[in-house]
């Protein structure tokens, strides 16, 4: 059944979904340069590539003229959306509306990247030096 969830834990939520094993699906925060709040520099492996993309993702959207009204503070991060999870795979619920359907697209194409990427405990609370910024 498709189900609203808060939104701190809605992106987290649809981790689980994919990967039911995570046990903390916050394992993903402050991993890399871009898994976390903010990010910069180069993407130290596939992981933080994932969160990269999923960063961009968001920025499209707040940049959207229509979604900009939607969430002028919250950004998508914080965005209730409604999903379906069946058999690892979430689905976005037809009855979002535009940026709810933006935002549960951008967290769904992460979770299942995070699923195909290798995780490297090296790279958790990775010292944000070597996070250059890109010119």
């Not at 981790?15 to 990010?39: E, M, S």
Request: charged content about 25%; glycine content about 4%.
């Amino acid at each position: 059944p498709s189900r609203p969830s808060s939104p701190s834990l809605t992106f987290r939520n649809m981790i689980k979904c994919v990967q039911p094993d995570v046990l903390f699906a916050l394992k993903y925060d402050n991993y890399g340069c871009y898994c976390g709040y903010g990010g910069q520099g180069t993407p130290v492996d596939e992981l933080d590539q994932c969160c990269k993309v999923h960063d961009d993702c968001y920025e499209a959207q707040m940049n959207d003229p229509e979604c900009k009204s939607f969430w002028p503070h919250l950004k998508p991060y914080f965005i209730y959306y409604r999903y379906t999870c069946t058999e690892h795979q979430p689905t976005c619920s037809a009855s979002n509306n535009k940026c709810q359907a933006a935002a549960c697209e951008c967290d769904r194409a992460a979770a299942l990247c995070f699923a195909r990427a290798k995780y490297n405990p090296e790279h958790k609370f990775l010292n944000q030096k070597r996070c250059k910024k890109m010119s």
